[in-house]
Nanobody
Framework: QVQLVESGGGLVQVGGSLRLSCAAS??????????MGWFRQAPGKEREFVAG????????YDRPSVKGRFTISRDNAKNTVYLQMNSLNPADTAVYYC???????????????????WGQGTQVTVSS
């Protein structure tokens, strides 16, 4: 089993930055390769893929709206994945979820159902 705990969300003004963290426990990244993803869900909307990173560090950002503003990274020694979010705007307001998909390949799934483990989410609110 893998447990994921997100942190770093909060209230920020337009143009501000936040760094989300996702700490994994139960299995270590080094012994249990996983692709990690960040999703978000705004009120009344479906959960959407934001960014993903493979066990070896291949990254993808599925949404043109976040490319160039968001950066996903991982520290396998710390079992932690990060999402650096810059130039935030109100459209980024959502609950952000960390997800894990056990695999050692570089394919990064963008569908929520492809991920077997989820955190509880952290709220990000961008005020104008």
């Amino acid at each position: 089993q893998v447990q994921l705990v997100e942190s770093g969300g909060g209230l920020v003004q337009v143009g501000g930055s936040l760094r989300l963290s996702c700490a994994a426990s139960g299995r270590t990244f080094s012994s249990y390769p996983m692709t990690m993803g960040w999703f978000r869900q705004a009120p009344g909307k479906e959960r959407e893929f934001v960014a993903g990173i493979s066990w070896s560090g291949v990254v993808t950002y599925d949404r043109p709206s976040v490319k160039g503003r968001f950066t996903i990274s991982r520290d396998n020694a710390k079992n932690t994945v990060y999402l650096q979010m810059n130039s935030l705007n109100p459209a980024d307001t959502a609950v952000y979820y960390c997800a894990a998909r056990p695999t050692s390949d570089n394919y990064i799934a963008t569908i929520a159902n492809d991920y077997g483990y989820w955190g509880q989410g952290t709220q990000v609110t961008v005020s104008s």
